[in-house]
């Protein structure tokens, strides 16, 4: 009898902390990944990891998007093959999977079609579809595990691809402190992040930083109210589209676990939370914010930092007498 | 008192296993690691994964010596800041604690020792250990976890090395196949794999690779017989001492888990398991063997193939604003 009353307490409260969540704000809470096929994710999980994806042998999906540093590199503009600086800073692959897009002038329309493009791009990952396919053949187990996930005899790029955006959308952050709040736990907040919260609605920020990811939904001008100056040569969609209009359209980027993705901005020029705040407010809306307002919206948006993905290291089956030797220095 | 019996039966059964193993067997079993202080261990871990101990914010401990891929980066030589090619094949780093000394030239006594060097090496992770410590003593994470394992108020060089040693001396590999045979459990090897033991104490391989970690734990000269051939620089312990008589005199590297780390020799030379078997046994032991000879002791150095440490990826505490920003391109 006691267990049933307390299993029903538990129930009350879980439906209490639904009912309690405030239906009309402008961010929503992270759900858990529901993982349906295990084996995929795990397949996915050793592809991204593995350098062998590089011309090099050197460079994985990790090394840029490394889930140990909140899926960013936490550099301005990543490392690529022999030392390359890249052309941009490296997104963050946690709650990639919430986009509209992928990449930071939406080019890819999901995760698959976008794990095609740093393996095979020059700058990146030097490779080539067709010898990261001769690697992944060439080792028994890959062969195998393809097999069973994929019922194909010969290794595709589409389910090589495939399986890595299945592990991408496992690497959500639910439980941050601020989605704790938004479930009903009153608590979960200090008063001068709520009033951080209160701020970041009223100075216009939730106009594009909305929805579970508070972004990552929508493309905007940066630099909307005064021009962005930077060095850096992205010109966003219109790279794509070839239209002004969309010259510095960048898609917004998501807010979740911002405290660990700096430096920020699509050319990573600033390292401070506090000062892209204030770049943020003056150049999208015009405000000018006082030190006291930047301090109290910088510490609401560190209550966006979730649980990390927690997960075993893979372990790589080793290559074959028959596999392609990687060329670090070519 | 069934379960008591059930749990004789199985202490008999472990005594048994021990009373099998052949003592006078030139290779003796990995044990699993004893944890006594997990919270160093797990410190040590996050160093180990840790970029920022680098100039570039892009190269840890793990990048040549990646725990996914047999403890080794796979790679002739390794790549260092700005894609220097590394001088020298980079060593496993599983079950580096049962070396005699560590380096190629044992130019480190312990792993500590070891730790330290190429953090402040120019071609490899070149930061300095007092730019390191600047960006470990800027993040309150691992200012409290230092205090708390070291009980140290200002990080020092001496503990972090410490803490990387300790993780670095969990990484063993026990229960290998060649490990069950050797503690009774007669059905872990096949006929030809046994036949290859045999080719390999007979041939003399044994004179230098003995010992729990088949090797590790003495310097012979490479090319002893026939002088070994290659473009590589390396001098070996000679560097050291500066005689005559240690010129390509290296350490007798493990053959645990031989398997992963490839390519073969101090110089990286060498990618299949087969053609380093057949110059070892010509260099060094004047022996010409068969290809079937060379066939059945690959088989059995697979054999030596142990379980790979298994723990859950490290999640980095964020750097802070008085962190020093990397400098990949410097």
Redesign the interface.
């Known amino acids: 009898m006691k267990k049933t009353l307390t299993l029903t307490a538990g129930l009350l409260c879980s439906l209490n902390a639904w009912a309690m969540t405030p239906s009309n704000e402008p961010i929503q809470p992270i759900l858990p990944a529901k993982i349906t096929d295990p084996a995929k994710v795990e397949l996915g999980k050793q592809l991204f ?3 062998r994806l590089s011309l ?3 460079i994985s999906c990790n ?1 840029c998007h ?5 899926g960013s ?3 301005q503009t990543s ?1 690529g093959h ?2 390359q ?1 890249g052309p941009i800073n490296s997104p963050t692959v946690l709650n990639s999977s919430m986009n509209v897009a992928q990449f930071w002038d939406g080019r890819a329309a999901d995760l698959k079609e976008q794990a095609a493009g740093p393996i095979a791009n020059p700058g990146e990952m030097a490779f080539t579809h067709s010898l990261a396919l001769d690697t992944l053949r060439s080792i028994p187990q890959y062969r195998d595990a393809f097999k069973a996930v994929y019922k194909v005899d010969k290794i595709t790029i589409d389910a090589v691809t495939d399986a890595i955006a299945e592990f991408e959308k496992t690497l959500v952050t639910p439980h941050s402190r601020f989605d704790r709040w938004l479930l009903g736990d009153k608590e979960a907040l200090t008063q001068v992040e709520l009033e951080g919260y209160k701020l970041f609605k009223d100075t216009g920020c939730t106009t594009c930083h909305n929805g579970p990811a508070a972004g990552g939904n929508s493309f905007q001008k940066m630099g909307l109210v005064e021009p962005y100056k930077t060095d850096n040569p992205a010109e966003g969609v219109a790279a794509l589209t070839g239209k002004d209009a969309d010259r510095f359209k960048f898609k917004v980027p998501t807010l979740r676990n911002v ?2 993705t ?2 920020y901005f699509h050319d990573g020029a600033y ?2 939370l ?1 000062e892209a705040v204030d770049v943020m407010a003056r150049l999208q809306l015009g405000r000018k914010l006082s030190d006291d307002e930047v301090g109290k919206i910088t510490a609401f948006l560190k209550t966006l930092t979730g649980e ?1 993905p ?7 089956p ?2 074959t ?1 028959d596999t392609p ?2 060329k ?2 070519e």
Chains 1, 2 share one sequence.
């Not at 490394?66 to 909140?70: D, E, I, T």
């Not at 927690?310 to 790589?316: H, Y």
């Open positions: 990891f593995d350098p090099s042998g050197f090394s490394n889930l140990s540093m909140g590199d936490n550099l490392i022999n030392w600086k405290e660990l700096y430096p390292w401070k506090e990390q927690s997960f075993t290291l893979p372990i790589l080793p290559s007498n030797q990687p670090p220095f």
